[in-house]
């Protein structure tokens, strides 16, 4: 059974902290994603990445860095967080980008304070 | 003009009823057209893909109008279990691997 874990369901941090998201699949997938979901804004996607150590910018990359040292692991960084963070965050992964289903995690509810 | 649109809904519906939603796409060079399924504070799961001839899985047909740029997806015999919302996905175009999502149109099922 393919599977997307994201290292945390709910978060609650301060302005300033710098947070990290976790997104482990177990797919051997080279594409993976970061998105961000608000209501009436639908999913916007904020970084992907096509392989190993490289990333492209998304639609709303501002605020936000990613990490992917290997292949099945790919973080999102917020390096300095703000209260218009506040989101839910979803990480998918698929085999082709476009033409392939795109397999998301549960979801992590980041609250910035 | 939104590069994806959907009716957010709520279609309130009873059980058995057929229920239909459209979507419009603003990229006349889109290719790949899907439906996603998201359950309440649940992640998005690929409910099927749209094809240009049209994709029927079980009570789901969805149907693809490249001339007017719209996808639809029809549900017969509704469940209360189809109680969610629906995404319409498409390709931000031909050269792009990015996927579009629109903001959802929220089905209610009711006994």
């Known amino acids: 059974d393919v599977k997307v874990t994201q290292s945390s369901r709910y978060l609650v941090k301060r302005t300033g902290e710098k947070v990290f998201l976790e997104c482990v699949q177990d797919?051997?997938?080279?594409?993976m994603f970061w998105y961000r979901q608000d209501p009436g804004l639908g999913l916007r996607l904020i970084y992907f990445s096509y392989d190993v150590k490289m990333k492209e910018k998304g639609d709303i990359p501002e605020g936000y860095s990613v990490s992917r040292e290997k292949k099945e692991r790919f973080s999102l960084i917020l390096e300095s967080a703000s209260t218009n963070q506040t989101s839910m965050y979803l990480c998918?992964?698929?085999?082709?980008?476009?033409?392939?289903?795109?397999?998301f995690g549960p979801g992590t509810r980041l609250t910035v304070t | 003009r939104k590069e994806v649109e959907q009716d957010p809904g709520p279609f309130n519906v009873p059980e058995g009823a057929t229920v239909a939603f459209n979507c419009t796409y603003s990229?006349?060079?889109?290719?790949?057209f899907f439906w996603y399924r998201q359950d309440c504070r649940k992640e998005p799961k690929l409910l099927m893909s749209v094809y240009s001839s049209g994709n029927e899985d079980g009570r789901f047909t969805a149907q693809l109008n490249r001339a007017s740029q719209y996808i639809s997806l029809l549900i017969r015999d509704s469940k209360l279990s189809d109680s969610a919302t629906y995404l319409c996905?498409?390709?931000?175009?031909?050269?792009?691997?990015?996927?579009?999502f629109g903001t959802g149109t929220r089905l209610q099922v009711f006994p």
């Open positions: 797919m051997d997938h080279e594409n």
């Open positions: 998918a992964s698929t085999l082709r980008p476009a033409f392939y289903e795109q397999y």
């Open positions: 996905v498409v390709n931000a175009n031909i050269v792009s691997d990015k996927l579009i």
């Open positions: 990229n006349s060079a889109s290719q790949s």
